[in-house]
């Protein structure tokens, strides 16, 4: 069974940065596309970065593009993801997710369904 769990996260300032990772087990890991979304109190869960299966398609919202960046490393079966020059509307609970292994190797997927495993969490609170 596969599994995920975040950690990284934390309590930073406005403009600093953190490195969030999410270690994957249970699997092969360069199978499954992966994403990561959030979720700040009182709103909806959104999307903020994915990445193909093959690792070599990423794909960003707009609200993170250029400040937050995403890898892997395959030997640890762990992907991150870095965030940089962060802003208190960036405070929320992040989360990875993976979906099922799949033979298409550049396919990034932005919405939640799509996904079919998910962690627990971690925390990101932005101070201003």
């Known amino acids: 069974q596969v599994q995920l769990v975040e950690s990284g996260g934390g309590l930073v300032q406005a403009g600093g940065s953190l490195r969030l990772a999410c270690a994957f087990s249970?699997?092969?890991?360069?199978?499954?596309?992966m994403g990561w979304f959030r979720q700040a109190p009182g709103k909806e869960r959104e999307f903020v970065a994915a990445?193909?299966?093959?690792?070599?398609?990423?794909r960003y919202a707009d609200s993170v593009k250029g400040r937050f960046t995403m890898s892997r490393d395959n030997a640890k079966n762990t992907w991150y993801l870095h965030l940089n020059s962060l802003k208190p509307e960036d405070t929320g609970v992040y989360s990875c997710a993976a979906k099922r292994g799949s033979i298409e190797s550049t396919v990034v997927y932005t919405a939640a369904n799509p996904y079919d495993y998910w962690g627990e969490g971690t925390q990101v609170t932005v101070s201003s």
């Open positions: 249970g699997g092969t890991f360069t199978w499954h596309p």
């Open positions: 990445m193909s299966r093959s690792g070599g398609v990423t």
